[in-house]
């Protein structure tokens, strides 16, 4: 089989989480091979086989830390075959609360929402370029990246940061055949928000996440947003300061 | 506090403890917790089967395939996977769930522990006919395989169990083959009961038949019917454009009921309007090719169609007479139905075959399945019904029943008795309780 974008293997990182899971299916239905990687594979057993008895495709799992920034570079040279999709959803909301009274918590939540993803979507992308090759790599940043909020302003400021690093990759690579696309979800019913009251008109499925996500793919999407998302994005950034400020949500 | 309730939404249970394991080894803790437990799959059942005000377990997160074998087409997975999801990657494939309910948002687990049977039960039995094994996590907290030859005893009380011996965790089953995504359908007009009984009779060659009963008519019109019959079409039967890609039929278009429509839109006059045009319509339709949703699941498309029964919700009642007595008793309950001046609006009469394993609800002889809006008149309506079941030797399908007492379930099925001392000695009674249970005693 020619090695094309549409063909080659899809590797997803930070694969335990439902958006990523979501995803994998969207690719093994179109009969992709998928690499899992996460800090713990043993725990995907039930969904790897899943994902094969569903599409008939080949999974494969990776163990790998998105916190382990030495490790990245090597991880990145070590795959094989080299994937053509790299979709990052690699996330951690933590607890605002908690980040503000103890710095480690913080620390953990900006590195595992930004330096981390960001070192290592750089080692990937370096690795296509190394070896002539071209690729899609999506990373899945947030809605909470768009503006600081009281209630996030940790994970926010992260995942601001993440978004903020894409968008430099992708002006970067312009033009070398390797694609950089920002994916930012808004409120999604996972595991990360179980529990949590979430305005139901607003809250996606992790499924409806994947098929924006695949739709977007398939026509070569920068930044990709939920229609509604769109909207209240749009409405929340203009926002003057001033008033944006004395809001309570 | 949860509050939850079936498709029926009535009643509504105040649930202390709603929990989503997300993995079939984080079911038993919960289980393991004072009090006791009950499993939810989808909460399709209409009334409070899935219901506790204790804790529920849902399988909502448990809904991997494990494994598929093309060779027999036995299909294992967990508990949690919804028919439809089935239905979406085996049906490209040329396999069929043995058998099917009315809709096809119903678990593995569900299907099972309800025992539901479909148009074809006269010929294949209910669904848990087609089930090779299942693990089942029991009172004390350990998981059983169990199959026709190993804990014999607890499979069989756990098909139709009503999830009352403990909770399902995965399954296997046989699918069937298909040639097409298509079914052809013949339709026949009976103009009573008599008559739509003698065509069910004698078509009884077909795979799938099962009759839409109008039960408003009177008279030599009483329970005059549309019988619709049912076989996988093979690629001869369908068109040249079907026949191209012959097991992927186009999508439908969904539709939804985005409110409550006010209660009083379903009526006996409004019923009985839609029960002409239905019928006269009906009449004039007889061979046809349809895809396998359009025949099994034409309700699934309108998307919580449950509400057109209004805020305060609706009942269905479903019942089964012996064959020697069915002539006789559906008459009466007919006659019982067409005097109270309630509408059904979904009225729909089968034949069965025999009863499959311990506490199935199918029996040799006919089921009718009724549904009405809930209010005081369909209430003293399904206590008339609960006598003439008895009378008959009847009994009432536990999926779709939300008020029985437990005083007519012990007249009407002296299995209950056999079954709650079964739960008692095995220890599943203080383990496992659904608000059902309760109210029922079993």
């Given at each position: ?5 549409e ?7 930070g694969?335990?989480?439902d ?13 992709r ?13 039930r ?9 008939g ?11 382990d920034?030495?490790g ?10 080299m ?11 933590g ?14 939540v ?13 080692a ?25 909020r ?25 033009g ?28 996606l499925?992790p499924g ?11 026509s070569?999407?920068?930044v990709v ?8 994005m ?16 | ?32 917790a004072?009090?006791s ?10 009334g ?21 074998d ?12 919804v ?5 979406r990657?085996?049906v ?18 569900g ?32 998981v059983?395989?169990?199959s026709?030859d ?11 169990g ?19 995504a ?8 009976a ?15 077909w ?7 109008d ?9 005059r ?24 039929p ?20 409004s ?19 349809i ?24 009942a269905?009642?479903?019942?089964v ?39 199935s ?7 009718l399945a ?5 209010t ?22 536990l ?44």
């Amino acid at each position: 089989m020619t090695r094309t974008q549409e063909t080659g293997p899809v590797l997803i990182l930070g694969a335990t989480s439902d958006i990523a899971l979501a995803i994998a299916h969207q690719y093994g239905a179109q009969g992709r091979a998928l690499v899992l990687a996460a800090r713990a594979p043993d725990q995907l057993d039930r969904q790897c086989q899943d994902l094969r008895v569903r599409h008939g495709v080949e999974v494969s799992t990776r163990a790998f830390d998105v916190l382990d920034i030495e490790g990245h570079a090597s991880f990145a040279q070590s795959l094989d075959p080299m994937p053509t999709t790299i979709v990052c959803a690699v996330g951690y909301m933590g607890d605002e609360e908690t980040s503000r009274n103890d710095a480690a918590a913080a620390d953990l939540v900006m590195r595992s929402n930004f330096s981390g993803p960001a070192i290592l979507a750089e080692a990937l992308c370096q690795r296509w370029v190394r070896d002539g090759l071209t690729g899609t790599l999506i990373g899945i940043s947030s809605v909470a990246g768009d503006r600081g909020r009281a209630k996030n302003s940790y994970y926010g400021s992260a995942k601001a940061g993440f978004t903020a690093f894409l968008s430099g990759l992708r002006q970067r690579l312009n033009g070398t055949g390797i694609h950089v696309m920002t994916v930012n979800p808004g409120f999604v019913a996972t595991r990360m928000t179980e529990g949590m009251d979430l305005p139901k008109p607003l809250t996606l499925q992790p499924g409806a996440v994947a098929r924006d996500v695949i739709k977007a793919d398939r026509s070569r999407s920068n930044v990709v947003y939920d229609w509604r998302w769109r909207i209240v994005m749009t409405a929340v950034r203009l926002l003057p300061e001033g008033i944006f400020k004395k809001l309570k949500f | 506090m949860t509050v939850l309730s079936g498709w029926g939404r009535y009643p509504r249970v105040d649930c202390r403890t709603f929990v989503t394991p997300r993995h079939p080894d984080e079911v038993a803790a919960p289980v393991g917790a004072p009090g006791s437990a009950i499993a939810q799959g989808n909460a399709r059942s209409y009334g409070d089967s899935a219901l506790s005000r204790e804790t529920v377990v849902s399988s909502r997160h448990l809904t991997c395939l494990i494994d598929f074998d093309a060779e027999t087409g036995l299909l294992t997975c967990e508990a949690g996977v919804v028919l439809a999801d089935i239905l979406r990657v085996f049906v490209p494939r040329g396999f069929f769930p043995p058998v099917s309910p009315g809709t096809k948002f119903v678990t593995v687990g569900g299907m099972i522990a309800a025992d539901v049977h479909g148009k074809n039960h006269h010929r294949d039995g209910s669904f848990g006919r087609h089930v090779a094994w299942l693990d089942l996590l029991t009172a004390d907290g350990t998981v059983v395989r169990c199959s026709h030859d190993q804990n014999r005893d607890l499979f069989d009380w756990t098909i139709g169990g009503m999830g009352l011996t403990g909770i399902i965790l995965r399954a296997a089953f046989r699918l069937r083959r298909i040639e097409t995504a298509y079914i052809r359908q013949k339709t026949l007009a009976a103009a009573n009961l008599g008559e739509a009984m003698d065509i069910l009779d004698r078509e009884d060659g077909w795979t799938y038949s099962v009759a839409w009963i109008d039960c408003l008519t009177r008279g030599d019109a009483a329970g005059r019917s549309l019988v619709y019959l049912g076989e996988h079409a093979g690629v001869g039967d369908l068109t040249p454009r079907q026949a191209a890609r012959p097991l992927e039929p186009g999508r439908r278009r969904k539709l939804s009921v985005p409110i409550d429509l006010p209660s009083w839109t379903l009526n006996r006059w409004s019923v009985k309007a839609f029960n002409e045009l239905y019928y006269r319509r009906g009449r004039q339709k007889t061979d046809q090719v349809i895809d396998y949703d359009t025949y099994f699941y034409p309700l699934d498309n309108v998307l919580g169609w449950n509400r057109i029964y209004g805020r305060r919700g609706f009942a269905q009642y479903q019942f089964v007479l012996p064959l020697e007595r069915s002539r006789d008793g559906m008459k009466e309950a007919l006659e019982c139905i067409s005097r109270s001046g309630c509408g059904s609006f979904l009225s729909v009469l089968k034949r069965f075959g025999p009863q499959d394993s311990a506490f199935s609800f199918p029996m040799e002889g006919y089921t009718l399945a009724l549904d009405f809006p809930l209010t005081q008149r369909a209430e003293r309506l399904f206590e008339e019904l609960d006598t003439i079941v008895i009378r008959h030797g009847g009994r009432l399908y536990l999926a779709k029943d939300a008020r029985l007492p437990a005083a007519s379930l012990q007249t009407m099925d002296a299995r209950a008795e056999a079954f709650r001392r079964w739960r008692e000695e095995s220890g599943a009674r203080d383990a496992f309780r659904s608000h059902q249970s309760e109210r029922l005693g079993l």
